[in-house]
């Protein structure tokens, strides 16, 4: 079974609507991530949580909010998804006790926003 | 922040090496890594270098200099299942966060 897992895989939504793409992991990890990826700019964060009781704006969170309902459970919603918000959205996760810290990432969403 | 710069596109033949460069800007340093991601994939970690040298592991090898803001990716014996793009990424050593080059995109040939 898969450590990082998110739902949906897919997903097409049109412009206005709000979506919740959902990420949860069986590794143990205290931290976890949300990035986009996007054709030519490689990934940028949006959102990070270094413990369920810690949220933090990444580089591009305008748009997005998340919650951490769990120490294995991290959600992304888009309140008014809008077309330039279609990309490839990936969950990753770390464990700060290691030296490397090292951030593992889940199979991705693809979310099209027409 | 961060500014990290890689090659966009490499080519190469099947059972050949090839090396991929990564250059770096950093207000704060706190160690490199490298994903490989297959297309509509995940990105999987490589390997990670926080100290100057070189860090094999099987046929990749990672190496890293600091004073140089420089590192790369070196891949040998080349098999058809390294066609992928390759992440450099740097962690900042503030707030611990990554960021990633745009990837360079590696098409191994016949």
């Not at chain 1, 998340?66 to 919603?77: D, G, H």
């Not at chain 2, 066609?83 to 080059?101: E, I, M, N």
């Amino acid at each position: 079974d898969a450590d990082v897992t998110q739902t949906p895989r897919n997903r097409i939504t049109k412009t206005g609507k709000r979506i919740m793409l959902e990420c949860s992991q069986t590794k143990g990890h205290d931290r976890m991530y949300w990035y986009r990826q996007d054709p030519g700019l490689g990934l940028r964060l949006i959102y990070y949580s270094f413990d369920v009781k810690d949220i933090n704006k990444g580089e591009i969170s305008d748009g997005y909010s998340v919650s951490r309902q769990a120490q294995a459970k991290f959600s992304l919603s888009l309140e008014s998804a809008i077309p330039n918000q279609t990309a490839l959205y990936f969950c990753a996760t770390s464990d700060f006790s290691r030296v490397t810290d090292t951030q593992y990432f889940g199979p991705g969403t693809r979310l099209t926003v027409l | 922040g961060q500014n990290i710069d890689q090659p966009t596109e490499m080519t190469a033949t099947e059972g050949a090496i090839v090396q991929i460069n990564c250059t770096y800007q950093t207000s704060g340093f706190n160690g490199l890594f490298w994903y490989q991601q297959h297309a509509g994939e995940a990105p999987t970690f490589l390997s990670y270098n926080v100290l100057d040298g070189l860090e094999e592991k099987g046929r990749f090898s990672s190496f890293l200099s600091r004073s140089k803001g420089y590192s790369y990716l070196l891949l040998k014996e080349l098999q058809m299942k390294d066609s992928a793009s390759y992440l450099c990424a740097v962690r900042d050593g503030s707030d611990y966060k990554l960021s990633f080059g745009a990837g360079t995109t590696v098409t191994v040939r016949a």
